[in-house]
């Protein structure tokens, strides 16, 4: 018999269990409170651990000379303007208040009386110690810009480390501080503080992909992220920030930046920073709740050792198990990393080894819809129309060598090598199509296996030197990708549904299917570049080119080659930054993205035959603003992007999509104690060209005409540590069919939040609380390339507390 499944199940146990947990949240908050009402006097420089964001100078000093005591009166003009970096480790008072001074121009001298004061360092030029500049391309990161969510600079590909203001392209930068914060288990989470990012993977699903520009990133999975600046080590499905320093966004085809990418993504390209040691220790662990009952622990451990503390280990690990907000799903997830490196005078090497497994009870799914029939409304979020039976089971396992070796002042040597691998099982029907207008479903269960093992190595060499007034930063970099993929798939027979009343079907029996290679890719180029500066570096232009190419084999279930492909191209990039003062930069980008040419299928009359690689461009023109404490890019831009389609029985390229937009993006301190982060990007996206003359200047699959973000926090200034956070997304209506006949409805989502830094038995401890989608507003988050759209997430809960050690 069929039976409609509930809404909610009945879990006896579950409401002591959450009872519990939330009485124990609610005394270590009331037992925060109450620590913080004693006033902690400390006489000595004992060492000892802070976690101070980044801040307005002069608030900072004076509420760390409280606590630590020390009597520190100054003019408040001193500091105007002038903003405090980051303080999370184990410092003495002297080496807390060297790094709060850093980069200032302030020192703190003692006065008679045994206070202290502010002064202007003097600078003595007997004594005077010479700093060179950092070397492009080199591993140090960025400083963080005021406000601490976002960094001045960001990874350029080959191009290394470039300031945001001296880079020509949108680049978006968000810090560990905004990690935490946010209390984002994944990058996909992170991205949505980024207007020109909207994710399109489930909620409560085993994959995330986004679209940038209103171009797909991450569809095909095969590593589509990069990971410290290459391709092939990040994970398959899903990257967890545990091990992630840095979330680094640009925006834009990077064939020359970063090499093609493994599924030919040109919309831009998404770099995880990983964690590296500190230069003071570090012990953190983070307790963590998540709705409807999800439990985890994360541990950081950060040390330096050796002579001159040259070698340094940084150990991330997380475990979290529990059921979701989403009816019948439970998640496990566990997370080790292990990054070690090595920083000598000449010589700076890294280790990086990442393991995470996650496995699902009841995965959701996307959805497709059959031809003609209208969207329903979307179901609340909480609603899952996977069977309770269905499970997915995903491991990743990674490793990256990385080196740097400096000939001399001016040549610089660098490499990598790693890879990674994907297992993959999943038994659970797949993805539902919606047949008509009142919800009901149908889908056909599977048992689903995916491998796919990825490689990858890079050399190469960077040059600075002067031609008259020019100045040069040339890079040359040679590369190789590989990857190889086997699956298999064993289905069933299509079962029934509704996505407002799901029903339960009887647990299918599928046998383990067999994973037979079925294609084998590689990508290698060979790429230089030159940025040329003049007038103080007020005007730089950046020229390269990469010469890339791509062998892939398609493979039959008894391992012969059935279509093979050898082809290649290579792809320009002109940029050009032009500061006429200090705080403006305009910039202009050529860009070109690479993408494998398609084989003509077999129902084609030219079956087999291959095409070249597609060649996407984009023109960009932007401004970026830095007003000290605010900073703000401003970009237009155009990308296209051709297409193979099958018309009048032929295969052929005839297909082009043009992506037009406008971005705005605002990241800083508004004023003391309140921090903006958001953006809108508006696109006008086209299918210029068609096989199918109907669809021709209809919009492209996915693409809404807006996108928007805001997120503000304030610090609440009768309530020292307290600190009030919320955001806004907003998303335009999009179509899932090339025709415009099917649409989603455009959507809001709002969320709210705290947290609250104290101390507890001396130990600095934040405790953060965020409510996602607070008033549970029931929606269709997002569409893929290939028409499947999204659930919305329901009204979710998050707390987590941290204690450093």
């Not at 400096?406 to 659970?428: I, M, N, Y």
Request: with cysteine.
């Amino acid at each position: 018999m069929l039976v409609a499944r509930p809404l909610r199940p009945a879990r006896p146990f579950k409401p002591m269990v959450h009872g519990a947990v939330l009485s124990v949240l609610l005394a270590w908050s009331v037992c925060a409170l109450a620590s913080a009402a004693v006033p902690v006097q400390l006489d000595s420089v004992a060492v000892r651990a802070y976690h101070i964001a980044p801040g307005p100078l002069g608030a900072t000093l004076s509420n760390f000379a409280v606590d630590a005591g020390i009597a520190l009166s100054f003019e408040p003009s001193i500091t105007q303007g002038l903003t405090s970096p980051e303080l999370s480790g184990t410092y003495s008072t002297q080496a807390a208040v060297t790094r709060l001074l850093d980069g200032s121009g302030l020192a703190m001298v003692l006065r008679s009386d045994g206070s202290y004061t502010l002064v202007q360092r003097t600078v003595t030029l007997s004594a005077t110690t010479v700093t060179a500049p950092e070397k492009p391309g080199s591993s140090s990161l960025p400083p963080v810009y005021s406000g601490g969510q976002v960094a001045t600079g960001g990874r350029l590909g080959l191009l290394g480390n470039t300031d945001v203001m001296d880079a020509p392209f949108s680049v978006s930068t968000y810090t560990a501080a905004l990690i935490k914060d946010q209390q984002a288990t994944t990058v996909g989470d992170v991205l949505e503080r980024d207007s020109s990012v909207r994710a399109t993977g489930q909620a409560g699903g085993i994959v995330d992909s986004f679209f940038i520009r209103g171009f797909p990133v991450g569809e095909g999975n095969l590593g589509e992220l990069a990971f410290d600046g290459v391709y092939g080590v990040a994970s398959n499905y899903r990257v967890f920030t545990d091990y992630a320093e840095r979330i680094e966004v640009v925006k834009g085809p990077g064939a020359l930046l970063y090499g093609m990418s493994p599924n030919s993504a040109v919309g831009g390209v998404i770099n995880v920073v990983p964690k590296r040691s500190l230069d003071e220790d570090l012990t953190r662990v983070t307790a963590s709740y998540a709705q409807d009952f999800q439990l985890g622990t994360h541990l950081d451990v950060s040390r330096r050792f050796g002579e001159d503390r040259r070698f340094g280990v940084r150990v991330n690990g997380r475990l979290q198990a529990g059921d979701t907000a989403i009816d019948e799903q439970s998640r496990d997830v566990g997370v080790g990393a292990i990054a070690l490196d090595y920083q000598g005078d000449r010589l700076r090497t890294t280790l990086d080894l990442i393991t995470q497994k996650e496995q699902f009870d009841a995965a959701s799914r996307p959805f497709l819809i059959a031809d003609g029939v209208p969207i329903p409304p979307a179901a609340n979020g909480r609603t899952n129309v996977s069977q309770a039976w269905g499970w997915s089971k995903t491991l990743d396992e990674s490793a990256l060598l990385g080196g740097e070796y400096d000939l001399s002042d001016a040549l610089t040597l660098f490499g990598h090598a790693g890879g990674g691998k994907s297992d993959v099982a999943r038994l659970s029907d797949q993805t539902p199509t919606i047949i008509n207008s009142a919800g009901d479903t149908s889908s056909t269960p599977g048992y689903y296996k995916f491998k796919v093992r990825r490689y990858t190595v890079d050399v190469g060499a960077r040059l600075r030197f002067d031609t008259g007034p020019i100045s040069h930063s040339s890079t040359l970099q040679v590369t190789r990708y590989r990857d190889e993929l086997s699956r298999g798939i064993i289905s069933s027979t299509p079962i029934l549904s509704n996505i407002y009343q799901p029903i339960e079907r009887p647990k299918v029996d599928i046998a383990t299917p067999a994973t037979p290679k079925v294609s084998a890719t590689e990508l290698s180029g060979v790429a230089v570049a030159d940025t040329l500066s003049i007038l103080d570096q007020r005007v730089q232009v950046t020229a390269g080119l990469r010469k890339q190419s791509i062998r892939s084999n398609n493979y039959n279930t008894a391992g012969a080659v059935t279509t093979a492909y050898d082809d290649g191209k290579t792809t320009p990039l002109f940029g050009l930054v032009v500061r006429p003062w200090e705080r403006v930069s305009f910039y202009y980008n050529y860009l070109e993205g690479l993408s494998k040419g398609d084989i003509a299928p077999a129902t084609a009359s030219n079956a087999g035959q291959v095409f070249a690689p597609y060649v996407s461009r984009q023109h960009e023109v932007g401004v970026k603003l830095d007003y000290g404490t605010v900073m703000s890019t401003l970009a237009l831009f155009q990308i296209t992007k051709p297409s193979g389609e099958l018309s009048g029985g032929a295969f052929s390229v005839q297909g082009e999509q043009r992506n037009r937009g406008l971005e705005l993006n605002v990241s800083g301190e508004a004023g003391p104690g309140t921090r903006l982060l958001g953006g809108v990007t508006l696109l006008d996206a086209q299918l210029t060209e068609t096989g199918v003359a109907a669809n021709r200047g209809n919009k492209p699959i996915g693409v809404p005409n807006v996108q928007a973000n805001l997120w503000a926090e304030w610090d609440v200034p009768q309530v020292e540590g307290l600190t009030l956070t919320s955001g806004a997304l907003y998303t335009a209506s999009q179509y899932v069919d090339q025709a415009n006949t099917q649409a989603l409805d455009p959507w809001t989502r709002f969320d709210v939040g705290a947290r609250y830094s104290t101390r507890i038995a001396q130990r600095p401890t934040i405790l953060r609380v965020t409510v996602q989608n607070v008033f549970d507003r029931e929606y269709w988050s997002g569409v893929a390339s290939y028409g499947a759209f999204s659930q919305g997430s329901p009204r979710t809960v998050l707390l987590s507390t941290s204690v450093d050690f």
